[in-house]
């Protein structure tokens, strides 16, 4: 979906964006099927190892469905209007947003090893690219906001679309570094807050 997404971004594609929302449906089905399967299994005996596993399963599908939903409900109506008003980003806005596409994608494919391996340096690697994602995003907004300042007309068209667009790929890689959690807590990795103690 998210790669789909991002071809119809690139090429101004209404087929394709309008073929996300069929694909975000059937993650929809796909999540409730996994969900279903593994909440009768739950009611049977599972030992404790196997409980684990079922909750990480129910977690990556939960949040494959949560980006599922980001990218039909935000990022394909952001692309349509795009397409819609006929915009163009800067040659630099573009480059910005195809990086951290580029990341995500990475991001998501790193998920994926993990649900299979369960392996906890790769969850510490995907909970760790938040951030690099944060500074990817950071960095861009700060250079869409200089290219505004200096005028830049392809910019100043597409300037909510730019940031609409980092916002939500930002929010999905969060939905995917969620994805690392239950291993990280199985193992015993995990701090239960980033917040630092009160003084």
């Not at 739950?42 to 030992?47: E, F, M």
């Not at 599908?61 to 915009?87: F, M, P, S, W, Y």
């Not at 040659?91 to 580029?102: D, M």
Request: charged content about 30%; proline content about 1%.
């Amino acid at each position: 979906m998210l790669k789909t997404n991002l071809e119809a971004l690139r090429k101004n594609d209404t087929g394709r964006s309008s073929g996300i929302a069929a694909m975000d449906d059937e993650v929809d089905g796909l999540n409730s099927a996994v969900k279903l399967y593994l909440s009768k299994l739950n009611s049977t005996a599972l030992n404790q190892r196997e409980e684990h596993r079922s909750n990480e399963i129910i977690s990556y599908a939960t949040n494959l469905e949560h980006v599922g939903d980001i990218v039909d409900r935000n990022l394909r109506d952001l692309v349509d209007k795009k397409i819609r008003n006929q915009l163009s980003f800067s040659a630099e806005g573009a480059s910005e947003i195809e990086e951290l596409y580029r990341v995500t994608l990475e991001n998501l494919r790193l998920a994926q090893s993990i649900l299979v391996s369960g392996d906890e340096q790769l969850a510490r690697q995907l909970v760790e690219s938040k951030i690099d994602i944060r500074n990817l995003e950071e960095r861009s907004a700060a250079n869409h906001r200089a290219r505004l300042r200096d005028g830049m007309i392809d910019s100043m068209q597409t300037s909510s679309l730019h940031l609409d667009i980092l916002r939500d790929l930002k929010c999905i890689n969060a939905h995917i570094a969620a994805i690392a959690y239950p291993i990280l807590k199985r193992q015993g990795a995990l701090r239960e807050s980033r917040i630092m103690a009160g003084k």
